[in-house]
């Protein structure tokens, strides 16, 4: 069973930067596909990126693409999304996840859940 806690949310302006962290436990880390997912009030869950683990291939969402950067470091089971150029319209809980899949955007192909980690970004 593994077990993903997610940090680094908050309240920040439209222009700023934030980088989210999801540290992992309980299993082999470098073997799962690590992704990012955002879920807006009243929205479904939208895929944002994710990172394969066999070779750290890297896939975006046409919204964040440019503007997002995810990466992991198997050293401490960490998967982080720096976010900058932050809109309104990013505004979501951030969940991470953990794939056995060599990279998936649909979160049914997703085995575990954090709990997420609220961003708010004003005008």
């Known amino acids: 069973q593994v077990q993903l806690v997610e940090s680094g949310g908050g309240l920040v302006q439209a222009g700023g930067s934030l980088r989210l962290s999801c540290a992992a436990s309980g299993g082999t880390f470098s073997r799962y596909t690590m992704g990012w997912f955002c879920q807006a009030p009243g929205k479904e869950r939208e895929f944002v990126a994710f990172?394969?683990?066999?070779?750290?291939?890297?896939y975006y969402s046409d919204s964040v693409k440019g503007r997002f950067t995810i990466s992991r470091d198997n050293a401490k089971n960490t998967v982080y999304l720096q976010m900058n150029s932050l809109k309104p319209e990013d505004t979501a809980v951030y969940y991470c996840?953990?794939?056995?899949?060599?990279?998936?955007?649909?979160?049914?192909?997703?085995?575990?859940w954090g709990q997420g980690t609220q961003v708010t970004v004003s005008s």
């Open positions: 990172i394969r683990w066999s070779d750290s291939w890297i």
């Open positions: 996840a953990a794939s056995f899949t060599n990279g998936a955007v649909g979160g049914s192909h997703y085995d575990y």
